[in-house]
Nanobody, 120 residues
Framework: QVPLVESGGGLVQAGGSLRLSCAAS????????MGWYRQAPGKQRELVAV???????RYAESVKGRFTISRDIARYTAYLQMNSLKPEDTAVYFC??????????????WGQGTQVTVSS
């Protein structure tokens, strides 16, 4: 089994909302930075949002004000609340867990992705 499993994707109309979940297992969840990335067909994977192990968040400019990343440490789950969805948000969304030691990557886990499709 993979350490990260995404769920919550689907088809919504523009202006709608979705909540993605990322369930973690067999990793020290609380000491990892949790991130959401997305990749549209023919496009490079891009960072959407990150919540650090210290609880700080940052977002891609394109989603700032519309998306919110959070985590429930007790439930070993990270979330991405997506509001005011646009067709441009259509992509496969991936969960990532990363742990750094200085500038060295110690852990870098990825889920298998969940499809988000936003219709006009």
């Amino acid at each position: 089994q993979v350490p990260l499993v995404e769920s919550g994707g689907g088809l919504v109309q523009a202006g709608g909302s979705l909540r993605l979940s990322c369930a973690a297992s067999r990793i020290p969840f609380s000491i990892h930075d949790m991130g959401w990335y997305r990749q549209a067909p023919g496009k490079q994977r891009e960072l959407v949002a990150v919540i650090t192990s210290g609880g700080m968040t940052r977002y891609a400019e394109s989603v700032k004000g519309r998306f919110t990343i959070s985590r429930d440490i007790a439930r070993y789950t990270a979330y991405l609340q997506m509001n005011s969805l646009k067709p441009e948000d259509t992509a496969v969304y991936f969960c990532n867990a990363k742990r750094m030691l200085a500038t060295v990557i110690r852990d870098d886990y990825w889920g298998q992705g969940t499809q988000v499709t936003v219709s006009s």
